[in-house]
C-alpha cells in the first residue's frame, strides 16, 4: 500500500530475507521504481543475493527501474561505475541522511518520474552494525519523516535479522 512502511523480521537460519527482493521484483515488473539502500554487502554479491527471486538487478539499474544507494561500498571503497548506483563521498552518522536527501533530490527524483518509489534498507540490521543501533533508529525516525513528504505513495521495506540486533531494537521496528 501507498505510504507503508513493512518490517521483514527474521533470524539467521530464515530465508525470509528473500521476501525483501520479492517484494521489489513485484513493484518494479509492475511499473515501480526500485531503491535500495545498500548497508551490507558488495554490490556483486547483492546482484547474487537478488537473482534468487528471479531479480537481474544488474539489468534494471541499466535499464532504470532501480537505482541503489551503496552505503556499503561508499564505507568499505567497494565502489563500481555503473549507471544509478550512487556513493557518499564519506559515511559519516550525523551527515549520512543530508547526503542521502540530496541523492534522491537530485538523482533519483529525477530517474522516477511517475513512478511510485518502493524503497528497501539493505539491511537494517547491516545499519544498525554499521551506524549503531540508537543511531539506527534516530535516522530511521529521520527518514520515515522526510521521505513522507518528498516521496508520500513510496513504499519502505525493512528487513531485520532480529539475533543480529538487540531485542529493543526489534520491538521498536515491530511497533
Known sequence: MPNSIVSVIYDTYSSAWLISFAL?????????FGIISNYNLPLPNLFRAAEFVGLDLSAELERGNAAIIDVFGSKYGSRFNLKNVFYLNYVDPETINPKIDMIYENRIKPLLGDRRAFRVVYTLDGAALMLGEHMTLKL????????????????????????????????????
Open 140 to 175: 530511521l525516525n529521520q527518514t520515515i519523516v522526510v521521505k513522507t513528504k518528498l516521496m508520500p505513495n513510496s513504499v519502505l521495506v525493512l528487513p531485520l535479522n532480529k539475533d543480529v540486533v538487540s531485542q529493543r531494537f526489534v520491538a521498536w521496528v515491530q511497533a
Open 24 to 32: 521489489l521484483k513485484n513493484e518494479i515488473d509492475n511499473r515501480g
